[in-house]
């Protein structure tokens, strides 16, 4: 549980040890590896197992012949025998098992983010025409990326894959991708803004069951909570535990913030722990972000043995995830059309879809229309006709909060970090990690690149690139303060990319919870996705339509022909 102290060890190889992410010189066939270790006391521990002192010199003194990368990480855990895991299995087997339909529909879906993709991917296992329509050049939505002239890769934002996200989970297993995740060792990691440079870790036992596991990590990290601190805390969420999925519902009204103080937890446990928490999960503060958004994600890793495990995809998610999916698409006959944004949302004389208008001047027509957007890019399109009705009213308060990524290459390798995801703990920052170390796609013996979640970004988001890159380094001077200055008089910049999100996921602040619209809407043949689950249930929403959809369809063939 100690602070981590990255330094250099030498120790002769064991055959027996699982090596993490490693470099093996390329001359060599023999397993002499630069090694990220896991489970360390003191942190990953870069190992040089070389048998003699001459050895170990010619490495240190970089004279050392090329290295060739080999990476293995953490085994995946057993996810697939929990009960969340498989309810999920069995809603995802219902498409492929569904009666075949005699007349399949013609489904268009604006948007592929991983929403349209999951929706697009479901009804195409039950035998229907997804045509999905994306307004940029690539694919991904949230998870989008892109390629500089270097060849590197930068992204809309740092994407963790947590064991408690089974509809994920599942994806990645129906693909075949398993083996694209690289599980890290299941902790916990927070800088310590009164140590700089230091962190605090909380370990969950692999021997312990959930929700032992978790509350052996909490009780004995001694750094960041005292025990009365632990103790108001635990007796705090005493009533969550008790009162189960109810009463996480009902604390929709309370922040975060306000949620701590009505129930006696100390204002430190908010700052030491949850201030970090919030930022993840929304990239806003606790006195904003809605109290069941925290207990709904602390139920599902205290529940679940791996919930809080974490994975990294081992390279840039639209090529290493999206185009599994738009493969699987297109062999079943769906469609993917990538610079087609939706112009204009046109409507029939009974107020229902007619078609979409793309910005090229092309009509897309279908029996089904979806649309799987941020909801802010919905309320900019939504028909006039639409807007009062109440299921379209009630998007006014969702609001997408702006977030930005940032990525720095520097150049030399940063020795005071982990092969996995960190919590700053910083004012201006979220959660980071370096993706030289913990990305195969990504791996550099040499440099390091910081990919780093700037949050709450409301105002930065208007700011130059060069101010959020200062106001960046600043901040990782106190987190690397032997490696990093702000003057850039050690490690320095060789490139830097900055990604704007002004819109992202929508602010989940108290009393959000009622705006949030279901699949189905009340226009008939127009239903609503927002996420991977979300268009699992919206595809399943639209097959168990099918009937009616059908007979809708026939009905404006039969007035289209009697005009």
């Not at 002499?32 to 197992?49: D, Q, T, V, Y």
């Not at 639209?318 to 297109?330: A, F, K, S």
């Not at 006959?333 to 944004?341: A, D, F, M, Q």
């Amino acid at each position: 549980m100690s602070t981590l102290n990255l330094g250099w060890h030498y120790k002769s190889f064991d055959p027996q040890t699982a090596l993490r992410c490693g470099a093996y010189p390329a001359f060599s066939h023999q397993a002499n590896a630069l090694a990220f270790r896991g489970s360390e006391s003191m942190g990953h521990a870069l190992k040089i197992p070389f048998g003699n002192t001459s050895a170990r010199r010619r490495l240190m003194n970089h004279i050392h012949p090329p290295l060739r990368v080999v990476c293995v990480d953490y085994p995946r855990p057993d996810l697939d025998n929990s009960v969340n895991f498989l309810e999920v299995a069995l809603l995802s087997s219902s498409f492929r098992s569904s009666l075949r339909p005699s007349k399949p529909l013609k489904v268009v879906i604006a948007g592929a983010g991983l929403a349209g993709l999951s929706t697009a991917k479901y009804l195409a296992d039950a035998s229907h025409k997804p045509v999905l329509l994306e307004a940029r050049d690539v694919l991904g939505g949230k998870v989008a990326a892109w390629k500089d002239d270097d060849g590197d890769w930068y992204e809309t934002g740092l994407h963790i894959f947590f064991g408690a996200y089974p509809n994920v989970q599942n994806l990645f297993g129906e693909l075949g991708i398993n083996d694209r995740l690289q599980w890290k060792e299941h902790s916990m990691i927070f800088a310590m803004p009164n140590k700089l440079g230091e962190f605090s870790r909380f370990d969950f036992p692999e021997v312990l069951p959930a929700p032992l596991n978790g509350i052996l990590a909490i009780l004995k990290n001694n750094e960041m909570l005292t025990w009365p601190e632990k103790v108001k805390f635990a007796i705090g969420l005493l009533p969550a535990m008790v009162g189960g999925q109810a009463y996480v519902e009902a604390q929709d009204g309370l922040s975060a913030q306000e949620w701590m103080r009505k129930q006696g937890v100390p204002d430190r446990v908010t700052t030491e722990v949850f201030i970090a928490m919030s930022k993840a999960l929304n990239f806003i503060n606790p006195d904003e972000l809605s109290m069941q958004c925290i207990l709904i994600a602390l139920n599902r890793f205290l529940q679940e043995k791996h919930g809080s495990k974490m994975a990294f995809l081992d390279g840039n998610p639209p090529e290493r995830l999206c185009m599994p999916i738009v493969d699987h698409i297109q062999s079943l006959g769906g469609e993917v059309k990538l610079n087609s944004r939706i112009k204009k949302i046109e409507l029939n004389d009974d107020g229902t879809v007619k078609r979409f208008l793309v910005n090229s001047g092309d009509v897309i027509e279908g029996d089904v229309y979806v649309f799987a957007t941020p909801v802010d890019i919905l309320k900019l399109l939504l028909p006039d006709n639409w807007k009062e009705i109440p299921y379209f009213k009630k998007l006014e308060k969702l609001v997408g909060v702006p977030v930005i990524n940032v990525h720095i290459w520097f150049d030399r390798k940063l020795k005071n970090t982990y092969d996995h995801l960190l919590f700053s703990r910083s004012p201006l920052l979220s959660v980071y990690a370096d993706m030289s170390v913990t990305c195969k796609e990504y791996y550099d013996p040499k440099q390091s690149m910081l990919e780093l979640v700037f949050a709450p970004a409301e105002e930065w988001i208007s700011r130059s690139d060069s101010e959020i890159i200062d106001a960046t380094m600043g901040e990782l001077a106190k987190l690397f303060p032997d490696e990093i200055s702000t003057d850039q008089s050690k490690a320095k910049i060789v490139k830097y990319h900055v990604v704007k999100t002004p819109r992202s996921v929508y602010k989940t602040v108290p009393n959000c919870e009622p705006c949030r619209p279901s699949q189905r809407s009340p226009i008939e043949g127009f239903y609503l996705s927002g996420a991977v689950l979300s268009g699992k249930l919206c595809a399943q929403a639209i097959v168990q339509d099918y009937e009616l959809l059908v007979a809708r369809g026939q009905r404006e063939l039969t007035e289209a022909t009697m005009s």
